[in-house]
Every structure is written in C-alpha cells, then in structure tokens.
C-alpha cells in the first residue's frame, strides 16, 4: 500500500520569496505527523498544496496515490472527496443560515455527491458525530452562534462524517481557551487510537500536540529542519532557536510544552 501523501522535491515561490521548499516528506499508513514551526514557515502551504489548492512550481505531491500536482480539476475534486480537511480559518458569515446539524452534513455530500440528497443513514451518520463531539444540545442551532470551540468540534464532525482517508488538520484548536483546547486534543488522540486513521496535524504550539503523536516534522523558512520523535525534534536548544531564547521545551506523559527557561530550569526531572 502506498503511502497517503508523500512530496518530492517541491517548490512553491512567490515573486522572489519561497514558501515551501521539500526535498523529501512521506506520511504513512496510520500515522498521527505533528507539522509545526513559526508564523511563515510553510505550514498551512504544505496542506493547501497537498490538495491542490496552491500550486507548485517544482516537484511532485501524491495524495492517495494520485499526482496531484498534475491532475486536472475534476481528479482533485475526486480526490479531496478522500480526505477530510479542517482549514484555519472558522468559516462564519457564509453559514449563517445553516445550523450546527446542517454543517456537519456538508461533510457528507464529498461521498455522497453534492446533488444527491441525502438519506437516512447519512442523517444517522450526522447525529452519531454530533454526539460524539458533545454537540446534540447544540445541534439546532445557528453554526455562526455558538463558540469557537463548539465551531471547531462541528468542523471536526464534518471533517470526518464521510469517513476520509486522511485527515489534513491545520491549527484546529488556534484560539481556543485552555479547556476548548484540551477538549480538541483529546479527542483528536481518541480518534487516532481508536481509528488508526491517517493524520497531519498542523500547529505552532506544542501544546496541541496529542500523547498519540509519534513524529513531528519541524519547518523553518519552507524548509525541514528536523523530522522524529516530538521529545528528540522539540529540544530545548532548537524551541530557543525557533521560538525564542527565553524559553524551553518541557516534555512529560507524551505531552509537550514551551515555558520561559526559568520554569523548565525549576521544574523536577
């Protein structure tokens, strides 16, 4: 089985100014990578060109075992079907005449097709999703009205009612307070224990990062700087050089965080 998404030797530009800068990045089967890295440095690029939503002017990017970077628009369309994304940005003034319910089912139209209406089972699908993110109480309201997390957790839903392939994630819990947050990550480590389902995570804070993630590729100015274990990648040396040299990486129970250098210093072994 081939691997879900791999980059060779890409390239994206602009004007003068690289964005993305790969030679190598391969994600396999069943694993829960960790992209991380400062403002500007390739992150969200890398998820777009994944799925052929930025160009690229060098390389080559299969997803699901399909070159994207070649297919004409109607084979990306297919493919994006396969997999489940959560952008950045909360989507709001453009659904606010749906309901939570409603936002979620979207998720359903990639297998589905999107005149097919849908049917019972899609429904039951829905309400499964809905309950298991601890939205049904929600579930009748105005998507633009609830919180940031509530939004997240519905994005999340549709993310994954169609059953994807792979799931693409770019800073989902950006924003949050501490409990929305955890909330996110908890159920996103749930999701990859119980499911084994193929996820890139990307995030700029450690803390996002769940107990279930193994690897964490490190960017810096659109290029890999380091590719492994989240403890061995996330030095205290390299978070200094990245983040600042007040601060340290501070790592316990698969979780990792940043700290100014005088708590890590204090803190027990």
Not at 157 to 165: M, R, S, T
Not at 180 to 201: C, F, K, W, Y
Request: aromatic share 2%; charged share 20%.
């Amino acid at each position: 089985m081939s691997a879900p998404l791999t980059a060779s030797n890409v390239r994206i530009t602009a004007g003068d100014r690289t964005l993305l800068s790969i030679d190598r990045l391969t994600v396999e089967n069943g694993t829960l990578v960790g992209v991380l890295g400062p403002n500007g440095a390739g992150k969200t690029t890398l998820l777009r060109a994944s799925l052929g939503l930025r160009p690229v002017q060098a390389g080559r990017i299969e997803l699901l075992g399909a070159d994207i970077t070649r297919c004409g628009p109607a084979e990306r369309a297919r493919l994006r079907c396969r997999v489940g994304y959560v952008p950045q940005a909360l989507v709001g003034h453009g659904l606010l005449p749906l309901t939570l319910r409603e936002v979620v089912a979207i998720g359903c139209t990639g297998r589905a097709g999107l005149f097919r209406p849908l049917v019972a089972a899609d429904w039951r699908s829905v309400d499964a999703w809905l309950e298991r993110f601890g939205l049904t109480p929600y579930r009748d309201e105005l998507y633009a009205h609830l919180s940031g997390g509530e939004q997240r957790r519905a994005l999340l839903a549709a993310a994954l009612v169609g059953n994807p392939e792979l799931l693409l994630l770019d800073e989902p819990a950006a924003h949050l307070d501490l409990a929305a947050r955890e909330q996110i990550v908890t159920l996103l480590s749930e999701l990859h224990v119980e499911r084994g389902l193929t996820t890139v995570l990307v995030c700029h804070e450690l803390e996002v990062l769940p107990a279930a993630c193994e690897r964490v590729v490190l960017l810096a100015e659109g290029r890999i700087i380091a590719d492994g274990l989240p403890a061995t990648v996330l030095s205290g040396e390299r978070v200094a050089a990245l983040y600042g040299p007040g601060l340290r990486a501070v790592h316990a129970g698969g979780r990792h965080a940043v700290v100014p250098a005088v708590l890590a210093e204090a803190a027990p072994p």
